[in-house]
């Protein structure tokens, strides 16, 4: 005859054992690296991306129709799909190398700086072009006798872009901002069908961690100290972006 425990209240413990975790710690690096580094190119890229797309040229609607492809896959089909894209030996992105060095080979899945610059490039490739469409949006709002007005005055493309377009466009970039941002705090999924948090535990996003603890260390109280930890960088992350909207709405 089996006997259960009685289950016994620990406090605190949960919280305090987070901050000597090493496992944890790695987490919450790579989170805090992939979330800032994503976002700063997703602003940079997106930005460009939507002002190419928002040119007036013959088959515009048919790129603009491409451009979305990455988007529309799921996100555990692009992560199985560029766990094979990385590999040394058959990969798509050592052969397209190997074709301008034939003697290059690489398993960037096998360091953890490889492993989480791959991940981060797999994310910006899946996801930008969703964040170029709703810049696009925006742009789109901006009527065309600002930008007459400005030609007549003199101005050029690059002074037309930081005085006219970029200032326009700021509020619509932090709203984003903010949803792009949690959506990167809990990734989950990518991880886990790309890299497993490997190397080590090098590519684990704290979303990530806490599936481990609770589904298969089944440390539920553990993880439930993790989620609320993430739940505090969500809110974080979020009041620096509703100052910013704050400081630049016109």
């Not at 007459?148 to 619509?172: C, H, Y």
Request: hydrophobic residues 55%.
């Amino acid at each position: 005859m089996f006997s259960r425990a009685e289950p016994v209240f620990i406090g605190l413990q949960n919280f305090v054992d987070i901050f000597s975790d090493p496992k944890v710690k790695a987490s919450i690096n790579f989170t805090l690296i992939f979330t800032v580094t994503s976002m700063v190119f997703h602003v940079i890229l997106g930005i460009f991306l939507a002002m190419l797309l928002n040119i007036k040229f013959k088959g515009k609607k048919l790129l603009r129709t491409i451009t979305l492809i990455p988007w529309a896959m799921p996100m555990v089909v692009t992560g199985m799909a560029a766990k094979w894209a990385f590999n040394d030996d058959y990969g798509l992105i050592n052969d397209f190398i190997r074709r301008f060095n034939p003697e290059f080979h690489f398993d960037w899945l096998i360091y953890p700086w490889s492993a989480q610059l791959a991940v981060i490039l797999v994310d910006l490739w899946k996801d930008i072009p969703f964040f170029a469409f709703l810049v696009l949006a925006g742009l789109q709002f901006i009527p065309d006798e600002v930008y007459e007005s400005a030609k007549i005055d003199g101005a050029g493309a690059v002074s037309t872009f930081f005085k006219i377009t970029l200032p326009l466009i700021t509020p619509t970039l932090l709203t984003l901002c903010i949803f792009f941002t949690m959506w990167r705090i809990t990734m989950y999924d990518l991880v886990y069908a790309m890299t497993s948090g490997g190397p080590g535990d090098s590519t684990s996003l704290l979303a990530y961690r806490i599936a481990i603890e609770a589904f298969t260390n089944l440390n539920i109280g553990y993880a439930s100290a993790l989620a609320l930890l993430l739940f505090f960088m969500m809110v974080a992350f979020s009041i620096v972006n509703l100052l910013l909207i704050k400081r630049f709405q016109y």
